[in-house]
T-cell receptor
Framework: EPEVTQTPSHQVTQMGQEVILRCVPISNHLYFYWYRQILGQKVEFLVS????????KSEIFDDQFSVERPDGSNFTLKIRSTKLEDSAMYFC??????????FGPGTRLTVL | GQNIDQPTEMTATEGAIVQINCTYQ??????LFWYQQHAGEAPTFLSY??LDGLEEKGRFSSFLSRSKGYSYLLLKELQMKDSASYLCAVIWGGGKSTFGDGTTLTVKP
């Protein structure tokens, strides 16, 4: 069964560094999402992406964040200058025109 | 605001039925999702309600009442593997969503 994949599974970085989190959505999916979940807290929506542009973004998704679909398979989240409070699990999700979003396994980002 | 409220924890017995409630103070959303999340793992889709009423999927059912600002997830014939967090979330047209804090369900033998 097709799956959303994410790399790396765990990323450790120094405060102020740039990180790129990578996702490969399911191949025929058209809608893409990034979420984050700080340890012990709720899942938070970051951004939705369709037709090569952002559809919606949350208040969290400020100028430090950007998303890109550089080719037909990858969907990336870049954090330009990481802060301690960016430490969280980042989930990518994708879907077709239906309702069900399929989540990837997540990337645990630790900012030191 | 867009508060979504769920009980923090629930405990139930294997083989029993449990109902997890979700109340919200928002409107104009497209639909309401229920997800299951095991510790350290990604959420997995359980159900999606657009219209008021009950949606049934095997052991899991979900109900939505927009007029009452209320949804519930019903789990029947509980199994030990159902021990997990259950997340309620509303979604709007552009894909933006708001999640509740989740309800941690513990199933005991």
């Amino acid at each position: 069964e097709p799956e959303v994949t994410q790399t790396p599974s765990h990323q450790v970085t120094q405060m102020g560094q740039e990180v790129i989190l990578r996702c490969v959505p399911i191949s025929n999916h058209l809608y893409f999402y990034w979420y984050r979940q700080i340890l012990g807290q709720k899942v938070e929506f970051l951004v939705s992406f369709y037709n090569n542009e952002i559809s919606e973004k949350s208040e969290i998704f400020d100028d430090q964040f950007s998303v890109e679909r550089p080719d037909g398979s990858n969907f990336t989240l870049k954090i330009r200058s990481t802060k301690l409070e960016d430490s969280a699990m980042y989930f990518c999700a994708s879907k077709t025109t239906g309702d069900t979003q399929y989540f990837g396994p997540g990337t645990r980002l630790t900012v030191l | 605001g867009q508060n979504i409220d769920q009980p923090t924890e629930m405990t139930a017995t294997e083989g029993a039925i449990v109902q997890i409630n979700c109340t919200y103070q928002t409107s104009g959303f497209n639909g309401l999702f229920w997800y299951q999340q095991h510790a350290g793992e990604a959420p997995t889709f359980l159900s999606y309600n657009v219209l008021d009423g009950l949606e049934e999927k095997g052991r899991f059912s979900s109900f939505l009442s927009r007029s009452k600002g209320y949804s519930y997830l019903l789990l029947k014939e509980l199994q030990m593997k159902d021990s997990a967090s259950y997340l309620c979330a509303v979604i709007w047209g552009g894909g933006k969503s708001t999640f509740g804090d989740g309800t941690t369900l513990t199933v005991k033998p």
